[in-house]
């Protein structure tokens, strides 16, 4: 098992706004990144730091962070929003990095 | 912009070694850029952190591998690479190699990723 939890899935209407979130003793003491991945892709970068998006991200990615979660949250979720996320950080010994185990977000 | 590709066997046999390498484009795994990491992903299942190596040779492994991995940086290829000892069906994964951004702590350039199939 993970030390960082993600819901292995969520849905959300077209247009709506959904929050995947990513809990973990590690995040009261470290910021999560967020990825992306679609099938048969590599995963990519969407969310790193307090809440920076790197170019070329939609801003209607966002994250934010309180106590041991980390959210990422979709404003408006798109049809192409259809994905897997995963949140990544340190382990709790700060030394190793981990992986939520993904959640799987489908737009209905 | 940094390119990453892998290259390996798709292909081995339970108990023999997994070699992998990451050919880096549009970088230099001499600079201190980056942290050259890799990661794995068994079919159907989550990501995986497997550890990374910096240019001055150090090295980061996941507890869970460390006994039976090493990464190594080649600089007259430009490349990294990984090796697992020992491997069983549980290592079968799509292998990618990723640059980790030290300063603000996440991966931002991906290789397409490799598929491993351990079998005899």
């Known amino acids: 098992s993970s030390e960082l939890t993600q819901d292995p899935a969520v849905s959300v209407a077209l247009g709506q706004t959904v929050r995947i979130t990513c809990q973990g003793d590690?995040?009261?003491?470290?910021?999560a990144s967020w990825y992306q991945q679609k099938p048969g892709q590599a995963p990519i970068l969407l969310i790193y730091g307090k809440n920076n998006r790197p170019s070329g991200i939609p801003d209607r990615f966002s994250g934010s962070n309180s106590g041991n979660t980390a959210s990422l949250t979709i404003t408006g979720a798109q049809a192409e929003d259809e994905a897997d996320y995963y949140c990544?950080?340190?382990?709790?010994?700060?030394?190793?990095?981990?992986f939520g185990g993904g959640t799987q977000l489908t737009v209905l | 912009q940094v390119q990453l590709r892998e290259s390996g066997p798709g292909l081995v046999k339970p108990s023999e070694t997994l070699s992998l390498s990451c050919s880096v484009s549009?970088?230099?795994?001499?600079?201190?850029?980056?942290?050259w990491s890799w990661i794995r992903q068994p079919p159907g299942k989550g990501l995986e952190w497997i550890g990374y190596?910096?240019?001055?040779?150090?090295?980061n492994y996941s507890p869970s591998l460390k006994s039976r991995i090493t990464i190594s940086v080649d600089t007259s290829q430009n490349q990294f690479s990984l090796k697992v000892r020992s491997v069983t069906a549980a290592d079968t994964a799509v292998y990618y190699c990723a640059t980790w951004n030290a300063y603000d702590s996440y991966f931002d350039y991906w290789g397409q990723g490799t598929l491993v199939t351990v079998s005899s």
């Open positions: 190596i910096y240019s001055s040779g150090t090295t």
């Open positions: 990544n950080s340190r382990d709790t010994s700060g030394n190793h990095w981990v």
């Open positions: 549009g970088g230099s795994v001499s600079s201190g850029s980056y942290y």
């Open positions: 590690s995040l009261r003491d470290y910021y």
